[in-house]
């Protein structure tokens, strides 16, 4: 068995009033959209939510056995992310790190990956993601683009872990409807077929690989699209818990950012299925809330999603500047 020891998350202050993207081009928008200020990148967001999970979990840096991150949208073209948050956080030189990229569902993959090598070796290890999701003034998933952080610890079961992880199930599939080059909005092809074909099947059989029945008490998902999560939750009956209307989709920090959620909002002894779906097919992870203690430093989601300034239009688009892929520049 193994334990998610902590969790927690980092939201933006900054955010932008869905309403005020729609009128730039004549439509109208409901909730809001986390935006980045000019200082803040992805380690800078990871980092915020790892040196908070850890300041709650039971583990020292120097015990820390690995350190996985996951992004979709991280500029660098080679030296990544967990490298650079394993020297922030003080682990060892000796410590394993990985990115995980190139698919919405990178954040589930880290995070089995973390299950794995927790089991393989009985050392903790740090699980984080981070995004600022690009977009295109006037593109179709405009006013929904967020960004943020999201980071678990992983450790052997012990006495009083946050939760435990129970089971886990994925469904790997060819499926490829959504398309992003790097730097840019995605383009989407047929988002009610997608639906259909990609999602319903893939969330599915991912629940049932889990070897569960019992429906749980909660839920939360991640995938590129509110349709997409609402498609598939659909067939569990479950409250579902998700940051989405305050934050937006903060690519794979989705995940994990709602899964810290969470854990902050639910009871000892509340079961919670954690569902990711991105290109390639999707992943469930059931979980059991085992300390659902109100006293844990930092500022939980739901304060940091209450604290916040909004922004002008200009400075939501301003905040999210192309960058350079391996030296060729997206325009």
Known sequence: ????????GYVPLYRIARSEI??????????????????????????????????????????IGAVFAASVSDYYAEHGVAAQLAYRLGAPTDSRTGDFRGTARAAADALETARQYVRATEKPVVVAAADIMPVEPGGDDEETMGAGAGALILRPRSDDPAAT??????????????????????????????????????????????????DPEY???????????????????????????????????????DIAHALESTETGDSLVAIAYGQ??????????????????????????????????MKHVNSRERYEYQGVPNT
């Open 1 to 8: 068995m193994v334990a998610i020891d902590a969790a927690a």
């Open 22 to 63: 729609a009128a730039q081009h004549g439509g109208s928008g409901q909730g809001e959209s986390a935006v980045p200020s000019r200082d803040e990148n992805h380690i800078t967001m990871a980092s915020e939510a790892t040196t908070a999970a850890l300041e709650r979990a039971a583990v020292d840096a120097d015990d």
């Open 165 to 214: 992880i129970d089971s886990v199930g994925q469904a790997t599939t060819g499926f490829l409807e959504r398309h992003r080059e790097h730097g840019e909005s995605a383009e989407q092809g047929d988002p009610r077929f997608e639906r259909r074909h990609g999602v319903q099947p893939a969330v599915t059989t991912a629940l049932e690989r889990t070897e569960t029945d019992a």
């Open 219 to 257: 839920a939360v998902a991640s995938a590129p699209g509110y349709r997409f999560v609402q498609t598939a939750l659909q067939s569990i009956d479950a409250e579902r818990l998700s940051t989405f209307n305050d934050v937006g989709y903060a690519g794979t920090a989705t995940l994990l950012l």
């Open 280 to 313: 390639g097919g999707a992943d469930a992870f059931r979980l059991t809330v085992t300390d659902a203690s109100d006293e844990r430093p930092g500022l939980s989601v739901s304060e940091q999603i209450e604290t916040k300034e909004y922004v002008p239009y």
